[in-house]
């Protein structure tokens, strides 16, 4: 019998042991035989197995999983004095935020439990790597402090099990680190849908979905997530709404339209999204006054650095404006809708009669870049290329990369990915963040180390809007552009045409001597592997499935 109320998960779950006890009550007496949380006990809460920790009214622990991961804990009890005792547990990104007092903002990281006498408990979701574990209850009507017993504390961790059918490596394992960590920043946020972050906000953002959608296609095949994200904007969002409140939003869903059907070219769900795609487009003629500008609505939004930047915000969504239209006129061409595809150009030339200055603010300056509202090579050297490693956000420093890409200046952005990028593994980092910025690291603690008196605490005295202190998320998708980067400009994959069919491979080294990886396409992975000759050339090989056609100048 079928239940409609019932469906499956297609997550799945895995148990881990933490890795290290991170810290511990000065007070010994409180704690007996810690060293068996570390080490795998039993499946259920037998009083016949081994003996577990002890904890004594007042006794803390802190734990590290070991890297970042998504879910919660199941924790498994021997004897206790009382039929229920409480602990206090704080998950945390990082060990600051369980030593101090995390938020409990669209996921629980901070609350108190009833642990049962020989019994299992699971509790949490959310993103964390350090799990704070405090015995705070007292039996009143007895004699001495209550006790408990641990025999496990996992994290359990929930993630869709897919397969890495892209991949990237090169002869500098900083690279190779970035590469991965971006991979995996965004494969734990692929959860019901693509959130941004897997602590906070656990939305589908479609701004942020920009980028990861690059790295899913990247990585993966086509499992649905990406879909059913779109589709779930796309219908919680009806004409003339904007998705996510967001005017620059439904821009980016237009935008991650065209870049999905070029890597997975299905034309069926591409139909599905025309009715929607013309009204759309339709609304958005309407936000171009008669002298070419654009003239969004509230809320007007690049990124959270640029709010408040006027002048940055209007050149941005300007060129953010033209980039939609275009990808507008590509999908309406496939869609053989002739004559809204002839509108879509049209904006475009209209919307390029005008050129706002967008100062020195390098996210927006990105976008003029990569709309050619501006010489990209001009834009580069007056301001992308200028103290580079400042004014640079998580999100758009994905943009920023690919405007130095379209002006040629391979080697800066490569330089721009070590230091900013390879700044949060420097400071602990096994996913990127939310937002970050290099002057942190100044005199700071890392995330993987207890706050240092006369130190700064990089989680909890850094961010800025949304993401001040410990509201800060230390895993958010959206900062997952250098993998993506990698595999486009250095391994070279670019598709000219839908799913991939017709593929240019054009790989550009910079200072690296070899590289090489693989791309995920409907017909199977394509694969390349590029090596630095003594004169500066490019040796290239590429395997490839039969149905693709592979543009090659490099051979």
Not at 83 to 88: G, H, P
Not at 231 to 244: E, G, K, V
Not at 374 to 386: C, R, T
Request: glycine share 8%.
């Amino acid at each position: 019998m079928i239940d409609n109320n019932v469906y499956s998960d297609s997550r799945v779950r895995k148990h881990i042991l933490p890795k290290q006890i991170v810290w511990q009550n000065e007070n010994n007496s409180l704690l007996e035989n810690l060293e068996a949380l570390l080490q795998k006990g039993v499946n259920n809460a037998s009083p016949w197995s081994a003996k577990g920790c002890i904890l004594k009214k007042g006794a803390g622990i802190c734990l590290d999983y070991g890297k970042e991961i998504h879910g919660g804990l199941k924790i498994i009890s021997g004897a206790n004095t009382n039929s229920l005792t409480k602990i206090r547990i704080r998950f945390g990104e990082s060990i600051s935020e369980t030593m101090n007092e995390p938020n409990n903002d669209h996921a629980v990281h901070d609350t108190i439990l009833d642990i049962p006498w020989h019994g299992t408990v699971e509790f949490g979701n959310t993103g964390f790597r350090y799990v704070r574990i405090d015995m705070i209850d007292q039996n009143k009507d007895a004699k001495s402090d209550s006790i408990i017993e641990i025999k496990e504390i996992r994290a359990v961790a929930v993630y869709r099990d897919l397969e890495y059918k892209g991949n990237f490596v090169c002869d500098d394992e900083r690279l190779n680190e970035i590469w991965n960590i971006g991979a995996y920043t965004v494969h734990l946020n692929m959860q019901d849908y693509i959130w941004d972050g897997i602590k906070r906000d656990r939305l589908v953002w479609l701004g942020d979905m920009h980028p990861e959608v690059k790295v899913v296609c990247s990585l993966f095949d086509d499992d649905g997530i990406v879909p059913a994200s779109l589709d779930y904007a796309r219908d919680q969002t009806p004409i003339p709404s904007w998705i996510n409140d967001i005017s620059s939003y439904s821009l980016w869903w237009i935008i991650i339209q065209k870049d999905w059907y070029l890597y997975k070219g299905n034309p069926d769900y591409l139909k599905k999204q025309k009715e929607y795609l013309l009204n759309l487009l339709t609304l958005l003629e309407n936000c171009i006054d008669d002298s070419g500008s654009e003239i969004l609505p509230e809320a007007r939004f690049l990124d959270w650095p640029t709010k408040g930047d006027d002048k940055a915000v209007h050149a941005g969504l300007q060129a953010l404006l033209i980039w939609a239209f275009d990808s507008g006129a590509y999908l309406c061409d496939i869609l053989e809708e002739k004559n809204v595809a002839d509108k879509c150009r049209a904006a475009v030339g209209k919307l390029k009669h005008q050129n706002p200055d967008a100062g020195e603010n390098k996210q927006a300056n990105a976008l003029k870049s990569l709309a050619e509202l501006d010489s990209p090579q001009k834009i580069n050297e007056k301001v992308l290329a200028v103290n580079p490693y400042n004014g640079v956000s998580t999100f758009y420093g994905y943009y920023v990369l690919e405007a130095r890409a379209k002006a040629g200046d391979y080697q800066g952005a490569l330089d721009l990915i070590r230091k900013y990028w390879g700044g949060m593994i420097d400071m602990g980092a096994t996913t990127f963040w939310e937002d970050f910025d290099l002057d942190w690291m100044a005199n700071a603690t890392r995330i993987d180390e207890i706050p240092q008196d006369g130190k700064k605490d990089i989680h909890k005295d850094y961010g800025n809007y949304c993401y001040k202190g410990l509201r800060h998320s230390l895993c958010h998708g959206w900062a997952g552009g250098p993998t993506a980067w990698l595999s486009e400009h250095i391994l070279g994959f670019k598709p000219l045409s839908p799913g991939c069919k017709k593929l240019l491979i054009d790989p550009q080294l910079g200072d690296l001597n070899w590289a090489e990886g693989s791309l995920p396409t409907p017909y199977g992975a394509v694969t390349v592997s590029h090596k630095k000759t003594d004169d500066g050339g490019i040796e290239t090989e590429v395997q490839a499935p039969s149905q693709i056609e592979v543009v090659n100048n490099i051979i």
